[in-house]
């Protein structure tokens, strides 16, 4: 797929993530020490040993009490009850104030990567699955980026994993089919409030590798002068069968409840490689594997299926490593990710493939190119101005 062949392509991205770090191995032995005092020994070393083999190393959270010892983290379990457990409207309260700053900051990133004015935006998609409020996200961005107030919105939110990708698919729709398009794409997920003061098994593999972070990108037509950008093909959305109980997330009175079957990355290995086939028609496999690590299990499973080399897999293990799952946002981390190695390398042109799953399970991918810079020519494009207003006539 080359320039001429895309009607759309990622011209920008751009990544944030808050302040406190969570180093994985004092996690681990603050929730253990939580756990142990609280009489749940056997749920202690399960803990344990979960959180050593999820391939997370540190993660970040808006929430700084996630950092304070165990006996004054109100998100840990506790010998002396839940008294002080954070109620599911105080996690939302922590949500609101914390989200909007850190998915602008996001989307000032991708805004300045693809050299796009602001008011040269035409559509802004929000998407987020752990937290909610009104006006929301996608009404919050507006003043905070200084986007037109005849921006198009539309709130993507409880897609899970997934969204991230859904929403990248989303925009290219859209600015294929609208003259001076650009869409904008904000993921934000806090998904470290939902942590759990239980010793139940689903609970603790949750608290294992979820971390917050905000994503953004640029979606617009590609031109001549674009470089160091992702030109997007073909896309493909299915869900996989009898997989309807294996992901669930629903709301509870402290916070949202998680459950992943461990059998996910095992319906992955059996359903998508198919699904691919499909997506490629023909086409041999690609160089590129942009995987959205939704844990160690599903990028073990995808690295063994494609015969994929550790090179690359790369990207998806750098984020999952250094900041977990942060659910919708982790695909534009790893296309971040991706694009920076590319760039150090000075690669030429290389066809790829992007992959994310969530509730469904739904399986999302989307054909990719890099499109490199020329060796001594700056990376990124013209700043791009507000298109006339007959465009939105």
């Known amino acids: 797929m080359n320039i001429e062949q895309s009607s759309a392509a990622i011209l920008g991205l751009g990544t944030a993530v808050p302040p406190y770090r969570m180093d994985q191995e004092n996690t681990s032995r ?35 009490n996630l950092l304070e010892p165990a006996s004054s983290c109100r998100y840990f379990p506790s010998a002396n009850g839940q008294a002080e457990v954070p109620s599911t409207s105080g996690r939302m309260a922590v949500y609101k104030r914390a989200s909007v700053p850190l998915a602008a900051e996001a989307a000032v990133k991708a805004l300045a990567d693809s050299g796009t004015h602001p008011e040269a935006i035409t559509h802004l998609i929000t998407v987020s ?5 009104l006006p929301g996200l996608d009404a919050a961005l507006m003043g905070e980026l200084g986007l037109r107030p005849t921006v198009a919105r539309v709130p993507l939110t409880f897609l899970g994993c997934a969204a991230g990708l859904k929403a990248v698919c989303l ?33 603790l593999y949750g608290a294992s590798f979820f971390g917050d972070g905000a ?11 674009h470089r160091d950008v992702f030109l997007l093909g073909d896309e493909r959305s299915v869900l996989l069968p009898g997989s309807a109980g294996e992901m669930i997330w ?22 998508v490689p198919a699904e691919v086939d499909h997506l490629l028609e023909g086409v041999p496999k690609p160089e590129l594997w942009a995987i959205h690590p939704g844990g160690r299990g599903i990028v073990d499973i995808m690295q063994e299926t494609f015969a994929l080399s550790d090179a690359q897999i790369s990207a998806s293990r750098t984020i999952l490593r250094n900041y ?13 990710e991706m694009k920076r190695t590319l760039r150090e390398e000075e690669s030429g042109y290389k066809e790829g493939v992007a992959l994310a799953f969530g509730p469904g399970v739904t399986a999302e991918m989307i054909r990719i190119t890099y499109l490199p810079t020329p060796h001594g020519r700056k990376a990124g494009g013209s700043l791009q101005s507000a298109p006339e207003a007959d465009a939105y006539a």
């Open 30 to 64: 603050r929730l253990t020490e939580a756990l142990a005092d609280a009489g749940h020994s056997n749920s202690s070393r399960w803990a344990k040993r979960i959180f050593r083999q999820c391939g997370v190393e540190s993660r970040y959270t808006c929430e700084p």
């Open 129 to 133: 699955c752990t937290g909610q409020f």
């Open 171 to 203: 925009s290219k729709g859209l600015v294929a089919n609208q003259k001076d398009a650009r869409a904008l794409v904000v993921c934000v997920e806090l998904c470290t409030l939902h942590i759990q003061p239980s010793s139940d098994r689903e609970a």
């Open 215 to 225: 994503s953004a990108c640029v979606v617009g037509r590609p031109e001549e002068h």
């Open 250 to 271: 629903e709301v509870g009175n402290h916070g949202f409840d998680l459950y992943l079957s461990p059998s996910i990355p095992r319906l992955i290995g059996e359903h």
């Open 324 to 336: 977990g799952n942060m659910s919708s946002a982790t695909i534009l981390f790893v296309l971040s």
